[in-house]
Each structure stands twice: as structure tokens, then as C-alpha cells.
């Protein structure tokens, strides 16, 4: 489902034999569960042994919310109770999606002028919310929940709870205290998966359940890759020999530039920037992992990465198999001088565009390009690259000796922030 593509790179075959021993030993971390923060690697069997009743309690849930002709879904959470969702959706729905139901995001900022501009939106709508906190205490999400909250009892009155969904700890925090208090349907993130980790847990499925998004095939996807992805073996395992191209590559680079060609993608960037950046960027170490959607961005980064300062690698993340056709059409009076490439498929033309790109990179420029040739735009390929992620990041982790699955960096400014507003 995911080839590795790494003929547009300087690696040889004895550098990636070079690396062996050290993928050998993570290896071990990850399949012997010995390694640093070895207590949240739940996410590596949950494919094959998750809840199945929650499964369908989500869909009964969805249910019963399309019965009553629910439109809008808030999902309210920040970084891994967010960016998966939110990355699934476009991936399968692309990013215009005309069905009649719409998801928004909010918790993700505290911008008074994003909150009011959703409560004003949302004004006619008939929403509901599913609110997403392992913690239950991050603030952005907090301060947006209290918000949406009083404003959906104000709406529903002691109906309001029916139009909530929680998704949090299983036994513990302040949102499952309230959840329980106010008996809202809750859905557990498992403790032992960390939130980066959890999209394939009710934290995305709820939200990709909403869209229509088949979570059944999602997890299908995403066992054959728990079948596929813990072997040990870089020539038949993608993920790792993925991890350790990256890995030879950052000896020297230390910027990942991850680059794809369709904007459904751009947020599955954002979800894998957010997962490899707090997963490995710690102790004073990791690749930095940054961006581009293409072509837009070749008229903008695109400058600095043929012309600039050598300071990164890419890795493309590219399928030819779009879910639609479309032609170009042929013009009468060919004013545009585009008849060249009337009847061709746009899908064709953006392939020329990323390989003659790939080629300026690498080629002209020395910019090493790691190609990810994904099947095509599947709930099944989504759910094995999700896992194809999580496996490949604990791997490049554990290959500079750094604990995947905290993020001690994040909470400074969180205690920061508090001491600000006196709490
Ligand atoms: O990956 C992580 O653990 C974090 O990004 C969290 O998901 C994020 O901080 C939100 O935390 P919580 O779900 O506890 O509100």
C-alpha cells in the first residue's frame, strides 16, 4: 500500500546496511515493549484489539443524531484530539466537500474572533458537539467547550446533554467527571495510547463517522499495516526503511520538508508534523518537520528550496490515483495556447508537475527526495498510513534514543500561561 521510493536520494545500499543494527534495536523497543515510554504503546495492537461495541455505539450515536437531523458537528480538542480528524476528513472527503453535514473545528485557538465567527455560523444550524480531552484540563479546548456548552442548553435546555458526545480518559479527569455528572454517551481514549497516537480511536473515528467516512475499512487499513509494519526487515517493511532513510538523511539536514500535490493532504502534513515534531523533538534533538502543498507552494517556498540554504530533505507523499477524472477541455479558439494538452487528465498533468519538480530538486539542486507512493485515497489506505506514521516516528525516535510518546516541552508554556491568568 505505501512504497519507499528513495532513487531521488544520495543513500546507498551500504548506508541503509549501516543502519541495521540500530533499526534492530528499536526494533526490539518497540515489538519487546522495553523501550522509553514503552506504557503508551497501545496504539501498536489496537487495530486488531479494539472495543468493537464502541465502535457500534458510535454509529448508533451518528444514528440517532442524523434522525434528528443533526447538521453540523463541533469537535472540540487541540493537537492529537484534533489534527487526525481533521487530517481523515479531507483526505477522504477533499477539502469541498458539498454533502449536507459539516464538521468545525474549534478549542484550537482562543481567538474571540474565530469563536464568535463559528457561534454566529453556526447560528441556524442544527448542531451538536463532541468534545475531546484525554486530560480533560487543556485550556483551549476548556474555555470553547464552556462556551458552546452554556450556548446548547440555552438552545436544548435539560435536553442539551443528548447533543454531546465526550470522548476522554476511561475512568479519570475533570471532562469525564462532567461527562458523567451530566450524562453525556462517552467514548475512552485508552491510557495507555497518547493523543498523537489516538485518531484511530473514538478521538477521529466519532468525527469521521459523522462524514459518511466507512471507519470499519479505516481499520482495516490499518491492521494489515499492524500485520505488515513490526517486521523486522528494511526491504520488506516500508515504515522502517522509511525511518531509516530519514534517519541517514538528517546526518546533516535536519529539516524533514514533507511535500504533497493535493490540498486533501495538506492537513495530513499538519497531523504528521504534529506527530513526528512532539514525538522526537526532545533532549536537544530531532528533525524539524515542516511543510508544502504543491503547486501552490512552489510559487512560494519552491524558490527556497531550489535556490536556498541546504539545510533540508523531502519527502513526498504521492499517489497517481485520484478519486475522480478530469479532462482539459479543448478550446476553439485556443486564445490560452493550451490545445497542447486538451483531453489530457489533470491527474497526468499534476504527475509531470511533481516529477519535474522532483527532478529540479534532486537533480539541480542536491535536495534529497524521498518518495511515498501511497495506493490511492482509501479509507483502507488511510488506516495503514496512520499506522505506517506512528510505527515510522516511534522508530526514528528510538533510533536517536529519545522517548516517542511524551511531550514534556509542551507543558512550559502551559504553567507559564497559568502563572499569567493567576490561576
Ligand atoms: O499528542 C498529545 O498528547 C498532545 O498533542 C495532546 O493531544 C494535546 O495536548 C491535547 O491534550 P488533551 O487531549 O489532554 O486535551
Not at 512552489?298 to 478530469?326: A, C, M, N, P, Y
Not at 533510533?399 to 511531550?407: A, L
Request: with cysteine.
Amino acid at each position: 500500500m505505501i512504497k519507499v521510493n528513495l532513487n531521488n536520494t544520495k543513500i546507498s545500499n551500504d548506508d541503509l546496511k549501516d543502519v541495521k543494527k540500530l533499526i534492530t534495536k528499536s526494533h526490539e523497543y518497540i515489538t519487546k515493549e522495553n523501550g522509553k515510554g514503552s506504557e503508551w504503546l497501545g496504539w501498536k495492537d489496537w487495530p486488531t484489539n479494539f472495543n468493537k461495541d464502541e465502535i457500534k455505539s458510535i454509529k448508533n450515536k451518528i444514528n440517532d443524531w442524523d434522525s434528528k437531523g443533526v447538521d453540523t458537528l463541533l469537535v472540540i480538542g487541540i493537537g492529537g484530539s484534533y489534527l487526525g480528524a481533521k487530517a481523515a476528513i479531507d483526505f477522504i472527503k477533499g477539502t469541498h466537500d458539498n454533502s449536507d453535514k459539516e464538521v468545525i473545528f474549534v478549542g484550537t485557538n482562543l481567538s474571540a474572533d474565530y469563536i464568535n465567527s463559528v457561534i454566529k455560523k453556526i447560528e441556524n444550524k442544527n448542531w451538536a458537539i463532541n468534545i475531546i480531552s484525554k486530560s480533560g484540563t487543556t485550556l483551549e479546548p476548556a474555555v470553547s467547550f464552556r462556551i458552546f456548552r452554556q450556548l446548547l442548553e440555552e438552545k436544548h435546555g435539560s435536553k442539551a446533554n443528548r447533543y454531546i458526545a465526550a470522548v476522554t480518559s476511561g475512568s479519570t479527569g475533570t471532562l469525564y467527571n462532567i461527562a458523567k455528572k451530566e450524562e453525556y454517551d462517552t467514548y475512552v481514549i485508552p491510557d495507555n495510547i497518547g493523543g498523537r497516537y489516538s485518531v484511530t480511536t473514538p478521538v477521529g473515528l466519532f468525527a469521521m463517522q459523522f462524514m459518511g467516512i466507512n471507519i470499519d475499512n479505516v481499520m482495516k487499513g490499518s491492521a494489515k499495516a499492524q500485520k505488515e509494519l513490526l517486521v523486522n526487515d528494511i526491504d520488506k517493511n516500508p515504515a522502517y526503511k522509511y525511518a531509516a532513510a530519514k534517519h541517514i538523511l538528517s546526518n546533516g539536514k535536519n529539516i524533514e520538508l514533507y511535500v504533497n500535490y493535493d490540498p486533501r493532504m495538506t492537513y495530513l502534513s499538519e497531523w504528521i508534523k504534529q506527530l513526528h515534531g512532539e514525538s522526537q523533538g526532545k533532549d536537544g534533538k530531532g528533525i524539524f518537520p515542516a511543510s508544502v502543498t504543491n503547486s501552490a507552494d512552489l510559487h512560494s517556498l519552491g524558490q527556497f528550496i531550489q535556490d536556498g540554504s541546504k539545510v533540508l530533505f523531502e519527502t513526498v507523499i504521492w499517489s497517481s490515483k485520484e478519486r475522480t477524472k478530469l479532462k482539459l477541455p479543448k478550446s476553439k479558439s485556443n486564445d490560452d495556447n493550451l490545445n497542447f494538452l486538451a483531453g489530457k487528465d489533470l491527474s497526468w498533468i499534476n504527475e509531470q508537475a511533481f516529477k519535474g519538480v522532483v527532478k529540479a530538486h534532486y537533480k539541480d539542486a542536491g535536495v534529497d527526495n524521498i518518495i511515498l507512493d501511497i495506493k490511492d485515497f482509501s479509507e483502507e489506505t488511510l488506516g495503514y498510513l496512520i499506522y505506517f506514521f506512528f510505527v515510522s516516528v516511534a522508530m526514528s525516535c528510538y533510533m536517536i534514543d529519545v522517548n516517542p510518546f511524551d511531550q514534556p516541552g509542551v507543558e512550559i508554556y502551559k504553567s507559564y500561561m497559568k502563572d499569567l491568568l493567576n490561576k
